[in-house]
């Protein structure tokens, strides 16, 4: 059974000796493979499990007994209102599970306000079209994201299998995202922000730091070159905030050069020098660890000549 498929499916669930004493949610968790558990609650919350038995109330936190049996229907996922546009992908790894992509600068990730087509989701459901319905209706296939004029690496998954897999790598931090970032000022240290981000209070299309109401958010980074002008930094998520990188850095005083947004519009830079240069994961399907690295493109190496910063090998960084 498949969260993504066009048509109806039913299976009846019995409880094994084993299974016996788990909450329900759980039980069908662990019988229906390629759902989550969110996905599995919502389906008992919607009533498409119904008990073969007598029960007082059906909730995810039913204790299942040897032998009781679960009548489980999916319903046809819902049609992604995403059109379709055969734009180019620059893609680094394809199989029948995942797809690596190297994001240019300037491609929107996901339809949104100002932004209704043209993006990468247009350019994937044009690509596999099996993707639709694949962890959502919205951004099918979209594990994590990238800002429009941020560059880099994102997996998308082309399965419910992959999808399940990697949201749980992201949650757990098995899934690594590392930068690099040119930023302003002269920073030698490595170190770690560790910073709760939230909506900013009055500009509500901004993320800021907010101690009290803010969701965790760490981020490491490590000095690579740096004057007295600006630092090339080597950058690595524990988690990932929207605009997370970018907000930490200018609550330290080191905005991203080029970035408007957060404080550092100098003109050294036409757009956020911030390029997602590795991913790290295990393979979805066979358990293989997966690494992928890109270097970062043409603006970002004439960015650092501009500031009198080094290009390196950006093969040979390696996270200490």
Same mark, same amino acid.
């Given at each position: 059974m498949?969260?993504?498929?066009?048509?109806?499916q039913k299976?009846?669930? +019995?409880?094994?000796p084993?299974q016996? /004493?788990?909450?329900?949610d759980?039980?069908?968790?662990?019988e229906?493979?390629?759902?989550?558990?969110?996905?599995?609650?919502?389906?008992?919350?919607?009533?498409?499990? %119904?008990?073969?038995?007598?029960?007082k109330v059906?909730?995810?936190?039913?204790?299942?007994?040897?032998?009781?049996?679960?009548e489980?229907?999916?319903p046809?996922?819902?049609?992604?209102?995403?059109?379709a546009q055969?734009?180019?992908?620059? %893609?680094?790894?394809e199989d029948?599970n %995942?797809?690596v992509i190297?994001?240019? +600068?300037g491609?929107? +990730?996901?339809? /949104?306000? /100002?932004?209704p087509d043209?993006?990468?989701?247009?350019?994937?459901?044009?690509?596999?079209?099996?993707?639709?319905?694949?962890?959502?209706i919205?951004?099918? /296939?979209?594990?994590?994201?990238l800002?429009?004029?941020?560059?880099?690496?994102?997996?998308?998954a082309?399965s419910?299998?992959?999808y399940?897999s990697?949201?749980?790598?992201?949650?757990?931090?098995?899934?690594s995202r590392?930068y690099?970032?040119?930023?302003?000022?002269h920073?030698m240290?490595?170190?770690?922000v560790?910073?709760?981000?939230g909506?900013?209070?009055?500009?509500?299309?901004?993320?800021?730091?907010?101690? @009290?109401?803010?969701?965790?958010?760490?981020t490491?980074?490590?000095?690579?070159e740096?004057? @007295?002008?600006?630092?090339?930094?080597h950058l690595?998520?524990e988690t990932?905030?929207?605009?997370?990188?970018?907000?930490h850095?200018a609550f330290?005083k080191h905005?991203i050069?080029?970035d408007?947004?957060?404080g550092?519009?100098s003109g050294?830079?036409?757009?956020?020098?911030?390029?997602?240069?590795?991913l790290?994961?295990?393979?979805p399907?066979t358990?293989?660890?997966?690494?992928f690295w890109?270097?970062?493109?043409?603006?970002?190496?004439?960015?650092?000549?501009?500031?009198?910063?080094?290009a390196?090998?950006?093969?040979?960084i390696?996270?200490?």
């Amino acid at each position: 059974m498949k969260p993504s498929s066009s048509s109806i499916q039913k299976t009846v669930l +019995v409880v094994s000796p084993e299974q016996a /004493g788990k909450r329900l949610d759980l039980f069908l968790t662990s019988e229906l493979s390629e759902f989550s558990r969110t996905q599995i609650q919502s389906l008992i919350q919607k009533g498409n499990v %119904i008990p073969l038995f007598r029960v007082k109330v059906m909730k995810a936190g039913l204790v299942v007994l040897e032998g009781q049996s679960f009548e489980v229907t999916i319903p046809p996922a819902a049609k992604t209102d995403i059109k379709a546009q055969p734009l180019a992908l620059d %893609i680094v790894f394809e199989d029948s599970n %995942i797809l690596v992509i190297n994001k240019p +600068v300037g491609l929107v +990730v996901h339809p /949104g306000a /100002g932004n209704p087509d043209q993006t990468l989701m247009n350019a994937l459901v044009a690509h596999c079209p099996d993707i639709v319905g694949v962890g959502g209706i919205q951004r099918p /296939g979209l594990v994590h994201r990238l800002d429009k004029d941020t560059s880099g690496l994102l997996v998308a998954a082309k399965s419910d299998l992959a999808y399940k897999s990697l949201v749980k790598q992201l949650k757990t931090r098995k899934l690594s995202r590392e930068y690099l970032g040119i930023v302003k000022g002269h920073l030698m240290d490595n170190g770690t922000v560790d910073a709760p981000l939230g909506r900013h209070a009055s500009a509500r299309k901004k993320m800021a730091v907010r101690p @009290e109401s803010g969701r965790t958010a760490v981020t490491h980074f490590a000095s690579l070159e740096s004057n @007295e002008t600006a630092s090339l930094l080597h950058l690595k998520l524990e988690t990932g905030r929207t605009h997370q990188i970018r907000v930490h850095m200018a609550f330290i005083k080191h905005p991203i050069l080029g970035d408007s947004v957060y404080g550092e519009d100098s003109g050294k830079a036409e757009r956020q020098m911030l390029h997602a240069f590795r991913l790290s994961f295990q393979h979805p399907k066979t358990g293989t660890l997966k690494t992928f690295w890109v270097p970062p493109p043409k603006d970002f190496i004439d960015c650092l000549r501009q500031v009198n910063l080094k290009a390196l090998k950006w093969e040979k960084i390696k996270w200490k």
